[in-house]
């Protein structure tokens, strides 16, 4: 719900800007937004089956990977959450 240091929740402030501005139906957008789900669930993948198979405890994995993860998966899902949400009205 929160990142990094902030205060307050990012996610719920996200909810309620899309909800104020609304979602956009673009079909020049469905191809970007496919590719770019599919690369958010490709990476997803791909770091469980790392903690899978890493012979390390689960939970030393998550304590120490989770906000780099949370990082890096961060810039993609705001691009998605932008591509989704409808500009701002004047």
Known sequence: MYFGEWTWPVLPAMFVYCLLVGVKTDRRDVL??????S???LMFVAYFAIYVISPHDLTWHVKTSMGRLVL???PSFLFLFFLVTAPPRK
């Open 39 to 41: 690369i958010l669930i």
């Open 72 to 74: 890096q998966w961060w």
């Open 32 to 37: 970007i937004l496919l590719s770019a789900t």
